[in-house]
């Protein structure tokens, strides 16, 4: 069983900055993209960012520039450094933890972490 663990959220002022960490256990491919998505009240579970194991990154547009995905493979963890935030930026993140196997997708979530960004 695969476990997605999530911190760092929090409350933060517009311009401020926050780290996410997401931390992997159980068994599960090295072969694997690991991202953050987030989650606006009333709107759908959007994709934030991606990394593969095989060192490829993947940005949505709005956060490109200030927003920086990284991960430790030796850890299972991914962690998403994000500065210049915005009201806008407010939503639930939930980290992704993602691989295949023939003929069958394995797709997991972590619990979400709430980041409020406010004056």
């Known amino acids: 069983q695969v476990q997605l663990v999530e911190s760092g959220g929090g409350l933060v002022q517009p311009g401020g900055s926050l780290r996410l960490s997401c931390a992997a256990s159980?068994?599960?491919?090295?072969?694997?993209?690991m991202g953050w998505y987030r989650q606006a009240p009333g709107k759908e579970r959007v994709l934030v960012a991606t990394?593969?194991?095989?060192?490829?990154?993947n940005y949505e547009d709005s956060v490109k520039g200030r927003f920086t995905i990284s991960r430790d493979n030796a850890k299972n963890t991914v962690y998403l450094q994000m500065n210049s935030l915005k009201p806008e930026d407010t939503a639930v993140y939930y980290c992704?933890?993602?691989?295949?196997?023939?003929?069958?997708?394995?797709?997991?979530w972590g619990q979400g972490t709430q980041v409020t960004v406010s004056s």
């Open positions: 992704n933890l993602n691989y295949w196997r023939p003929n069958r997708n394995y797709l997991y």
């Open positions: 990394f593969t194991s095989g060192g490829t990154t």
């Open positions: 159980g068994t599960f491919s090295p072969v694997n993209v």
